[in-house]
C-alpha cells in the first residue's frame, strides 16, 4: 500500500485529500506546516508527498528545496499543490526538483488520482534506510 | 461884329474896342487875328509868350495859319488848344480876315488823359481784382464744396467709427466672455495645462498645474517645469520631439514623488500657418486612478484566491458524495442535490479561474511559451474533446484544409495550452450558438502567419452586438438583463484576445450573418516565417 504524505495547512483542503486517496487505496499522513511535514517525513518515509505552496511560516518553494537537498529525502517524488497552473512559482519547484504539480482546482478527484499514481517511483526496495 | 456890339449895347465903340483889346492883352487866352492872305496881323501877348517867337517875327507870317487843335511852339513844345474862330468884317461886311481866340487846354487834356488813363489803370485794376475776387470766390467755393465733402466723409467715417465701434465692443464683450467661460472650464479642469510658445515660453497654465507640481511661484519657461518634474520625465526632449514632427505625444507612468503623472503634449497648429505655434502641454495627475486600479487588481486576486480554496474543498467533497455516496441513499433527490452543488461549484471555480487568468493577463504577468506549435494537433486534441458536445446536439464537428497545403508547413510559434484554450473557447461558443449544422475549422496560410477560421452555422451575432465581442464582460445578448447562465462570465472572448495578442497574433470576427452563421478568427506567426 502506498504511504502519502501531505503538506498543507488548510485542513479542510488536507481531509478532503486524505478521504480522496483513502478511497484510493493510499495511506495518508497529514502536516499542517513545513516544519510539521519535514519532521514526519523523516518518520513516515512515504511514498510520495503532496506538497501546499503557499503556507504560513515556511512556504512550500522552501520545504521542497530542504527536502532535495537532503539525502534521506531527496529520492521521494514531490507533487507541488498549486493554485494556477502556468505560474514562476511552478517553474521555480521543477528547477528545485518537484517531479510534478497538481491544479487544486482545476482537476477532478480522479484526475488528481491518477496524476499522484502516474508520479510514483516504483516500488522501493532500495531507498536507503537511517 | 463891333457895329454889332454898338448896336447892340449902345456903347461907344471905341471904349469897347479899348476893353476888348486890353482884356486881350491881358487875358490866358491864345487871340490872333489872320487877313484872307492867312499873314498874323494880330497876336496877343498870352499867344507870343506861349509861341516862343517875337513879334516881328509872327505878325505878317502865315505861321499858324490853320489852326489845329495842336500847335507847335517855337521851341517844339506841343500846345493843345480849343479854338473858337469868327470872321472879321468891314462896314460893307465884306471879310477881310479871320480873328480865333483859344484856350490852352494841354494841362487840362493832359490832367484829363492822366485822369483816364487812372481811371483805365483803376478799371483794369478793379477788373484784375475782380478777376482775382472771382478767382478766390471760385477756390473759396471750391474749398467749400471740398470742406463740405470732406465734413460728408468724416461724418461717414464716424458713423462708420460708431458702428465698428459698437461691432468691436459687442464682439470683445462676447470673446471676453468666451475667454472668461474658457479659463473658468481650464481652471476647473482637474489636469494641468500649459500653453507654451514655440520657444518654450509659458503663454497660460492653470492652477492645477500649480498644485501638481507643488510649485511656489508663477511658471515662465519649460525649464522651469522640468525644474520641478526632475528626472521623472524629459518635458524638453519630449517639446522637441513633438515640435519637429509635429504628432502629440503622451508619456505614461511618469512617477513625481508620490504621484503617478501622465504628460500629453500636443502641437498647436495655426489655420494659416502650416507650421506649429506653439504647444499645449497636458499634465494628469493619475495617482488616484492608479492606486484604484492597483487596489481592484488586489482585490480580484486576493477574492479569488481566497474563494478558491473554499470552493474546492465542496468541489472535492461534493464528488466525493457522488462517488461513495449517492448509492447509499435510497432517495432520488439526494443525488439531484448533490449533483446540483458540484456542478455549481465547478461552475463557481471556473468562473473563479477565468477572473484570474484575466487579471493575470491584463497585468502581464502571465509569461508566453515560444514553441512550434502543430496546428493540426491541437485542431485534432479540440476536435476530441468537443466532439461530444457537438453529437449531443447533433451537429458536425470536422477540420478541412486546402489540398495546397502540406500538413508540416502548418507550424505555428505559439504557446500549444494557450492556442488550445483559445480553440476551445471558440468551438464552444460555436457549439452554444449553433443548433442545426455545424462547426467547421479551417487553416489557411497567409504571408509569414496561419490563419484559423472557426465556421459555424448558427445564429449569427447582430450587427449592434459585433461591436461589444472581444470587451471585458460582455455577452452578445440584446440586453444587459437578458443572462445566459450557462454562459458564464462573459470574459471568454476578451480572454482569448488577450492570449492571442500576447502571442503576437491578432483575434477577431470575419464575418456573420444573422440565421446564417459567424466566422471567427486567429492569426498566429507561422515559424521559419514559411
Given at each position: 500500500?502506498?504511504?502519502?504524505?501531505?503538506?498543507?495547512?488548510?485542513?479542510?483542503?488536507?481531509r478532503?485529500?486524505?478521504?480522496?486517496?483513502?478511497?484510493a487505496?493510499?495511506?495518508?499522513?497529514?502536516?499542517?506546516?513545513?516544519?510539521?511535514?519535514?519532521?514526519?517525513?523523516?518518520?513516515?518515509?512515504?511514498?510520495?508527498?503532496?506538497?501546499?505552496?503557499?503556507?504560513?511560516?515556511?512556504?512550500?518553494?522552501?520545504?521542497?528545496?530542504?527536502?532535495?537537498?537532503?539525502e534521506?529525502?531527496k529520492?521521494?517524488?514531490?507533487?507541488?499543490?498549486?493554485?494556477l497552473?502556468?505560474?514562476?512559482?511552478?517553474?521555480?519547484?521543477f528547477r528545485?526538483g518537484?517531479?510534478?504539480?497538481?491544479?487544486?482546482s482545476?482537476?477532478?478527484?480522479d484526475r488528481?488520482?491518477?496524476?499522484?499514481?502516474q508520479?510514483?517511483?516504483?516500488?522501493?526496495?532500495?531507498?536507503?534506510?537511517? | 461884329?463891333i457895329?454889332?456890339?454898338?448896336?447892340?449895347l449902345?456903347?461907344?465903340?471905341?471904349?469897347?474896342?479899348?476893353?476888348?483889346?486890353d482884356?486881350?492883352?491881358?487875358?490866358?487866352?491864345?487871340?490872333?487875328?489872320?487877313n484872307?492872305?492867312?499873314?498874323?496881323?494880330?497876336i496877343?501877348?498870352y499867344?507870343?509868350?506861349?509861341?516862343?517867337?517875337?513879334?516881328?517875327?509872327?505878325?505878317g507870317?502865315?505861321?499858324?495859319?490853320?489852326?489845329?487843335?495842336?500847335?507847335?511852339?517855337?521851341?517844339?513844345?506841343?500846345?493843345?488848344?480849343?479854338?473858337s474862330?469868327?470872321?472879321?468884317?468891314?462896314e460893307?461886311?465884306?471879310?477881310?480876315?479871320?480873328?480865333?481866340?483859344?484856350?490852352?487846354?494841354t494841362?487840362?487834356?493832359?490832367?484829363?488823359?492822366?485822369?483816364?488813363?487812372?481811371?483805365?489803370?483803376?478799371?483794369?485794376?478793379?477788373?484784375?481784382?475782380?478777376?482775382?475776387?472771382?478767382?478766390l470766390?471760385?477756390?473759396?467755393?471750391?474749398?467749400?464744396?471740398?470742406?463740405?465733402?470732406?465734413?460728408?466723409?468724416?461724418?461717414?467715417?464716424?458713423?462708420?467709427?460708431?458702428?465698428?465701434?459698437?461691432?468691436?465692443?459687442e464682439?470683445?464683450?462676447?470673446?471676453k466672455?468666451?475667454?472668461?467661460?474658457?479659463?473658468?472650464?481650464?481652471?476647473?479642469?482637474?489636469?494641468?495645462?500649459?500653453?507654451?510658445?514655440?520657444?518654450?515660453?509659458?503663454?497660460f497654465?492653470?492652477?492645477t498645474?500649480?498644485?501638481?507640481?507643488?510649485?511656489?511661484?508663477?511658471?515662465?519657461?519649460?525649464?522651469?517645469?522640468?525644474?520641478?518634474?526632475?528626472?521623472?520625465?524629459d518635458?524638453?526632449?519630449?517639446?522637441k520631439?513633438?515640435?519637429?514632427?509635429?504628432a502629440?505625444?503622451?508619456?505614461?507612468?511618469?512617477i513625481?514623488?508620490?504621484?503617478?503623472?501622465?504628460?500629453?503634449?500636443?502641437?498647436i497648429?495655426s489655420?494659416?500657418?502650416?507650421?506649429?505655434i506653439g504647444?499645449v502641454?497636458?499634465i494628469?495627475?493619475?495617482?488616484?486612478?492608479?492606486?484604484?486600479?492597483?487596489?481592484k487588481?488586489?482585490f480580484?486576486?486576493i477574492?479569488s484566491?481566497e474563494?478558491?480554496?473554499?470552493?474546492t474543498?465542496?468541489?472535492?467533497n461534493?464528488?466525493l458524495?457522488k462517488?461513495?455516496?449517492?448509492?447509499m441513499?435510497s432517495?432520488?433527490?439526494?443525488?439531484?442535490?448533490v449533483n446540483?452543488?458540484?456542478?455549481s461549484?465547478?461552475?463557481?471555480?471556473e468562473?473563479?479561474?477565468?477572473?484570474?487568468?484575466?487579471s493575470?493577463l491584463?497585468?502581464?504577468?502571465?509569461e508566453?511559451?515560444?514553441?512550434?506549435?502543430?496546428?493540426?494537433?491541437v485542431?485534432?486534441?479540440?476536435?476530441?474533446?468537443l466532439?461530444?458536445?457537438?453529437?449531443?446536439?447533433?451537429?458536425?464537428?470536422?477540420?478541412?484544409?486546402?489540398k495546397?497545403?502540406?500538413?508540416?508547413?502548418?507550424?505555428?510559434?505559439?504557446?500549444?495550452?494557450?492556442?488550445?484554450?483559445?480553440?476551445?473557447?471558440?468551438?464552444?461558443?460555436?457549439?452554444?450558438f449553433?443548433?442545426s449544422?455545424?462547426?467547421?475549422?479551417?487553416?489557411?496560410?497567409?504571408p509569414?502567419?496561419?490563419?484559423?477560421?472557426?465556421?459555424?452555422t448558427?445564429k449569427?451575432?447582430?450587427?449592434?452586438?459585433?461591436?461589444?465581442?472581444?470587451?471585458k464582460?460582455?455577452?452578445?445578448?440584446?440586453?444587459?438583463?437578458?443572462r445566459?447562465?450557462?454562459?458564464?462570465?462573459?470574459l471568454?472572448?476578451?480572454?482569448?484576445?488577450?492570449?492571442?495578442?500576447?502571442?503576437?497574433?491578432?483575434?477577431?470576427?470575419?464575418?456573420?450573418?444573422?440565421?446564417?452563421?459567424?466566422v471567427?478568427?486567429?492569426?498566429?506567426?507561422?515559424?521559419?516565417?514559411?
Amino acid at each position: 500500500m502506498n504511504r502519502l504524505l501531505i503538506i498543507e495547512d488548510e485542513a479542510v483542503v488536507a481531509r478532503m485529500y486524505e478521504k480522496i486517496f483513502n478511497y484510493a487505496g493510499f495511506t495518508v499522513e497529514i502536516a499542517g506546516d513545513g516544519e510539521d511535514g519535514l519532521a514526519k517525513v523523516k518518520n513516515t518515509n512515504p511514498d510520495l508527498i503532496l506538497l501546499d505552496i503557499m503556507m504560513p511560516k515556511m512556504d512550500g518553494l522552501k520545504v521542497l528545496d530542504i527536502l532535495k537537498k537532503d539525502e534521506f529525502t531527496k529520492n521521494i517524488p514531490v507533487v507541488v499543490l498549486t493554485n494556477l497552473g502556468n505560474d514562476a512559482v511552478v517553474t521555480e519547484a521543477f528547477r528545485l526538483g518537484a517531479t510534478g504539480y497538481i491544479f487544486k482546482s482545476g482537476m477532478s478527484n480522479d484526475r488528481i488520482v491518477e496524476e499522484v499514481k502516474q508520479y510514483l517511483a516504483p516500488p522501493k526496495d532500495q531507498v536507503p534506510q537511517g | 461884329m463891333i457895329s454889332n456890339l454898338d448896336e447892340y449895347l449902345g456903347i461907344d465903340s471905341k471904349v469897347l474896342e479899348k476893353a476888348l483889346t486890353d482884356i486881350l492883352e491881358d487875358v490866358d487866352l491864345l487871340a490872333i487875328a489872320h487877313n484872307l492872305e492867312g499873314k498874323i496881323v494880330y497876336i496877343n501877348p498870352y499867344f507870343l509868350l506861349l509861341s516862343g517867337y517875337r513879334k516881328e517875327e509872327i505878325l505878317g507870317s502865315d505861321l499858324y495859319s490853320s489852326l489845329e487843335p495842336k500847335l507847335q511852339t517855337k521851341s517844339g513844345a506841343v500846345v493843345e488848344v480849343f479854338w473858337s474862330s469868327t470872321s472879321l468884317k468891314n462896314e460893307e461886311g465884306n471879310s477881310v480876315g479871320l480873328f480865333s481866340v483859344g484856350i490852352d487846354v494841354t494841362v487840362r487834356n493832359t490832367i484829363q488823359r492822366l485822369l483816364e488813363q487812372s481811371e483805365r489803370t483803376l478799371k483794369d485794376r478793379a477788373t484784375q481784382l475782380e478777376d482775382k475776387n472771382k478767382y478766390l470766390e471760385d477756390s473759396r467755393r471750391a474749398m467749400f464744396n471740398l470742406l463740405d465733402d470732406a465734413k460728408a466723409l468724416e461724418e461717414e467715417l464716424q458713423k462708420e467709427k460708431f458702428n465698428v465701434e459698437k461691432i468691436v465692443g459687442e464682439r470683445t464683450h462676447e470673446l471676453k466672455e468666451e475667454q472668461a467661460r474658457l479659463l473658468a472650464s481650464i481652471n476647473s479642469v482637474p489636469k494641468g495645462l500649459i500653453i507654451a510658445d514655440n520657444e518654450g515660453k509659458i503663454l497660460f497654465t492653470n492652477k492645477t498645474v500649480i498644485s501638481i507640481l507643488n510649485a511656489d511661484s508663477r511658471l515662465w519657461t519649460l525649464e522651469g517645469v522640468q525644474r520641478y518634474l526632475g528626472e521623472s520625465v524629459d518635458l524638453l526632449k519630449e517639446f522637441k520631439r513633438v515640435h519637429e514632427s509635429g504628432a502629440p505625444s503622451k508619456v505614461s507612468n511618469i512617477i513625481f514623488k508620490t504621484k503617478y503623472l501622465e504628460v500629453y503634449m500636443s502641437p498647436i497648429l495655426s489655420n494659416s500657418v502650416q507650421n506649429t505655434i506653439g504647444i499645449v502641454v497636458l499634465i494628469d495627475d493619475v495617482t488616484e486612478a492608479k492606486v484604484l486600479e492597483r487596489s481592484k487588481d488586489e482585490f480580484f486576486t486576493i477574492a479569488s484566491h481566497e474563494l478558491r480554496t473554499p470552493l474546492t474543498v465542496i468541489k472535492g467533497n461534493s464528488q466525493l458524495l457522488k462517488d461513495k455516496y449517492v448509492s447509499m441513499v435510497s432517495d432520488v433527490n439526494f443525488e439531484e442535490i448533490v449533483n446540483d452543488i458540484h456542478d455549481s461549484s465547478v461552475r463557481l471555480i471556473e468562473m473563479v479561474n477565468e477572473f484570474l487568468t484575466t487579471s493575470s493577463l491584463e497585468q502581464g504577468k502571465i509569461e508566453f511559451k515560444k514553441d512550434k506549435v502543430n496546428i493540426i494537433t491541437v485542431v485534432n486534441n479540440v476536435i476530441d474533446e468537443l466532439e461530444i458536445t457537438a453529437h449531443a446536439k447533433n451537429l458536425y464537428l470536422k477540420y478541412t484544409s486546402l489540398k495546397s497545403q502540406k500538413m508540416d508547413g502548418l507550424t505555428v510559434v505559439a504557446d500549444a495550452n494557450r492556442v488550445h484554450e483559445v480553440l476551445v473557447n471558440l468551438v464552444s461558443n460555436a457549439i452554444s450558438f449553433t443548433n442545426s449544422g455545424g462547426i467547421k475549422i479551417e487553416t489557411l496560410k497567409i504571408p509569414g502567419m496561419l490563419k484559423v477560421e472557426v465556421i459555424d452555422t448558427g445564429k449569427g451575432i447582430s450587427e449592434k452586438n459585433q461591436s461589444l465581442l472581444f470587451r471585458k464582460f460582455q455577452q452578445a445578448n440584446e440586453s444587459l438583463l437578458i443572462r445566459d447562465t450557462k454562459r458564464g462570465t462573459g470574459l471568454g472572448l476578451y480572454i482569448s484576445k488577450l492570449l492571442i495578442e500576447g502571442m503576437g497574433g491578432q483575434i477577431g470576427l470575419e464575418s456573420s450573418v444573422e440565421g446564417k452563421g459567424s466566422v471567427f478568427y486567429f492569426i498566429l506567426p507561422l515559424a521559419n516565417g514559411a
